[in-house]
């Protein structure tokens, strides 16, 4: 996709596979997906597990797509209070630990502490308040659009949270089916994602957009998609 003669890509840094308890989009599908819907860069943050993106990576180079797509592996950890974000991650980080400690895990591996829906009263496992004001000076990007939140409002309180601290911002779709990987995304000019440089300097020159959908019609949709899914795989 070229808009003003300059290639653009999509990043969705929020995605499910397979490998997360709650979602069943196999890895060897996502590459084609990706491709069609130009998101050129997914990170995959499974629920407290961290090999759905080294796996991926994986599959991606054995397509000979290395230089088209990039994934980055992350992990979607369960604190003590609430779940954060690590990307670029080189090994699973367990779940249970204070978000301080998190915090201290993922910078130890070189990786980006991402602030993922956070504002959101509703989500059940978003971080807490007094959690999010402890580590604040730790986070270095912050989700400001999300699809699954249950009000779009959210996502704007995000967005003044982040610009008061001059801190990069992205999206994710949360996707828990393939259908739903790109529904967020930030739009920047095409490169590859090798490294968190990478990714903060394609972040500063992108646009975070998206498509907000009310959650009991996500929810519907992601029964749907599932169904339909596994009709097709045991057809």
């Not at 090994?91 to 998190?102: K, N, Q, V």
């Not at 991402?114 to 971080?127: A, I, S, T, V, W």
């Not at 699954?148 to 704007?156: D, E, I, V, Y």
């Amino acid at each position: 996709m070229f808009r003003e003669g300059v290639q653009v890509m999509r990043m969705d840094l929020h995605t499910h596979t397979e490998v997360s308890h709650d979602c069943h989009t196999r890895l060897r599908d996502i590459p084609a997906w990706m491709l069609r819907t130009n998101t050129r860069v997914i990170a995959v943050t499974d629920h407290d597990q961290h090999r759905g993106g080294p796996e991926l990576t994986r599959i991606v180079a054995d397509l000979g797509l290395s230089d088209r797509l990039s994934i980055i592996p992350g992990e979607e950890i369960t604190t003590r209070e609430g779940e954060l974000i690590g990307l670029f991650l080189q090994e699973r980080i367990a779940p249970d630990l204070s978000p301080e400690e998190t915090v201290v895990q993922i910078k130890a591996q070189g990786g980006l502490v991402m602030l993922q829906h956070g504002f959101d009263p509703l989500k059940r496992y978003r971080l807490k308040p007094e959690a999010t004001r402890r580590i604040a000076e730790q986070i270095d990007i912050v989700e400001t659009f999300n699809s699954r939140l249950s009000r779009q409002r959210w996502n704007r309180v995000a967005a003044t949270w982040a610009a008061e601290r001059h801190l990069p911002t992205c999206a994710g779709s949360d996707a828990h089916t393939m259908r739903d990987i790109g529904e967020a995304w930030v739009e920047t000019p095409f490169r590859l994602i090798r490294t968190p440089a990478d990714l903060l300097a394609a972040l500063h020159e992108g646009t975070v957009q998206g498509r907000w959908t009310h959650p009991l019609h996500a929810y519907g949709l992601k029964q749907w998609r599932n169904l339909n899914g596994r009709f097709r795989r045991e057809g």
